[in-house]
């Protein structure tokens, strides 16, 4: 067991130094469902800085199959959707409100997450996935 959480480590330290094409090599998605939520969380952190085609690639991998905890926080104390708002990534917003919306609706512990994204996506005026959301 120690060997896949090493194997995880390093593909999260991967993806920090930007190495992501590398990174999406070695995952798939049973890698992403077997990482922890705080895992996840660390993975999708990481990501924020990087828009290319492979980051776009794991994001899509980790948004259909991992499982990521909401109040994991970051070296300087903000959330995950504190830290994507911060980045300006309104598609990591929009895919991450969707993934409330539909896999964690009837988590009442999640509504101060729901109710920042929704004021984000509005701001930046992403209409559409803000009605989702309200809907």
């Not at 922890?36 to 800085?49: D, F, G, N």
């Not at 101060?112 to 809907?135: G, H, I, S, T």
Request: hydrophobic fraction near 40%.
């Amino acid at each position: 067991m120690g060997s896949r959480i090493e194997e995880q480590e390093r593909m999260i330290e991967l993806v920090r130094q930007g190495a992501c094409k590398r990174a999406l090599q070695e995952m798939d998605e049973k890698a992403v469902q077997k990482m922890r939520p705080e895992q996840v969380s660390r993975l999708l952190s990481a990501l924020i800085p990087f828009r290319s085609r492979p980051a776009r690639e794991i994001e899509e991998l980790v948004f259909q199959n991992g499982r990521w905890s909401w109040t994991e926080k970051d070296e300087e104390g903000f959330w995950l959707h504190e830290q994507i708002i911060r980045g300006g990534r309104v598609d990591m917003a929009a895919k991450a409100a969707e993934r409330i919306r539909k896999r964690e609706a009837g988590d009442s512990g999640l509504s101060f997450v729901w109710a920042e994204l929704v004021v984000y996506l509005l701001d930046k005026c992403q209409r559409l996935p803000a009605r989702n959301m309200l809907e």
